[in-house]
């Protein structure tokens, strides 16, 4: 199984390079075709505006969304035209989230930048909680000052759900490309280590059957996930985390778990999350 198409989702709000990057390099490595997609909406006039004022703010603002769009599909183009089989852009007025989720229809996998601010613009880019929670495909989710997908080291961040099976095997065209790949499970409680060894022994064993061989390795005493997380990640030289996503839907909001929202918005490392 190889990833087909990819679709990379720009922001109208900030730099797009290391997600283009990111996208142009899966391009490369597995002969893809590569969907840029962006959408931004117009927010409300300010409550003292009204009339011909009011209108003539909302032309002004629909005029600029118009050609920021342009903007980035010249920018999304010159960037992955000649890494790519093929490419094609999709552009909208409305909110982002939305619009990508229909558009993921059309993908293998999703490329977003990470958001690191607690509340993100939703009329001016997608918030990467809202996609991995919604729209079955996994996603890759890049920091800012990524330069390519480094797939020299892999790490997999295993918990014994169903979200990290689903990760898994959703990122086999990743582990199977990589140099090193090491499964990691953090105990929660003082006398998991030994189910958790158990865990990643049978996850290698599993991807051994696909060709793939990785390391297994398991902290001695359980702490904060989070951080013994990095430290694992830190120890291998990770370019990628691979997890499962984390959360439940609660008052239309995604409430997302804490490893998850670490991952998707705090990382120094692309995270591959997948639900």
Same mark, same amino acid.
């Given at each position: ?11 109208? /709000? ?14 490369? +490595? !597995? ?7 962006? =959408? ?7 409550? !003292? ?15 600029? &969304?118009?050609r920021r769009l342009s903007e980035l599909e010249a920018e999304f183009r010159d960037s992955v035209a000649k890494r790519a089989a093929s490419v094609e852009w999709r552009s909208a007025r409305g909110l982002p989230v ?5 558009? =993921?229809? %059309? ?10 601010e607690t509340l993100v613009d939703p009329g001016a880019a997608a918030d990467p909680s809202d996609l991995v929670m919604q729209a079955g495909r996994p996603l890759i989710v890049v920091p800012p000052a990524a330069q ?11 918990? /014994?759900? +169903?979200?990290?099976? +689903?990760?898994? !095997?959703?990122?086999?065209? &990743?582990? %199977? %490309?990589?140099?090193?790949? *090491?499964?990691?499970? &953090?105990?929660?409680? /003082? ?12 996850? =290698?064993?599993? $991807?051994?059957?696909?060709? &793939?061989?990785?390391?297994? *390795? ?41 490893? *998850?929202?670490? $991952? ?7 995270? !591959?999350?997948?639900?």
């Amino acid at each position: 199984m190889d990833y087909k198409t990819v679709m990379v989702g720009l922001a109208l /709000d900030r730099p797009n390079g290391a997600c283009l990057r990111v996208a142009g390099d899966i391009a490369e +490595r !597995f002969g893809a075709r590569v969907l840029g997609i962006a =959408a931004a909406d117009l927010r409300p006039p300010m409550y !003292f505006a009204e009339g011909a004022f009011a209108q003539q703010m909302l032309d002004e603002e629909a005029a600029a &969304i118009h050609r920021r769009l342009s903007e980035l599909e010249a920018e999304f183009r010159d960037s992955v035209a000649k890494r790519a089989a093929s490419v094609e852009w999709r552009s909208a007025r409305g909110l982002p989230v939305p619009y990508m989720l229909r558009q =993921a229809r %059309a993908a293998d996998i999703i490329v977003v930048g990470a958001r690191s601010e607690t509340l993100v613009d939703p009329g001016a880019a997608a918030d990467p909680s809202d996609l991995v929670m919604q729209a079955g495909r996994p996603l890759i989710v890049v920091p800012p000052a990524a330069q390519w997908l480094d797939l020299r080291s892999v790490l997999v961040a295993w918990k /014994d759900v +169903r979200e990290a099976r +689903r990760a898994v !095997f959703d990122a086999l065209p &990743i582990l %199977a %490309a990589a140099k090193e790949v *090491t499964i990691t499970e &953090i105990p929660e409680q /003082d006398d998991g280590r030994a189910e958790a060894l158990s865990h990643v022994a049978d996850v =290698a064993a599993w $991807l051994r059957g696909h060709g &793939i061989a990785a390391h297994t *390795t398991v902290p001695e005493r359980p702490a904060v996930v989070t951080e013994q997380l990095e430290k694992v990640a830190a120890n291998v030289g990770a370019g990628v985390v691979i997890a499962g996503a984390y959360g439940h839907s609660r008052l239309r909001e995604w409430a997302l778990s804490g490893v *998850t929202r670490h $991952l998707a918005m705090e990382s120094r490392r692309c995270a !591959f999350l997948s639900r």
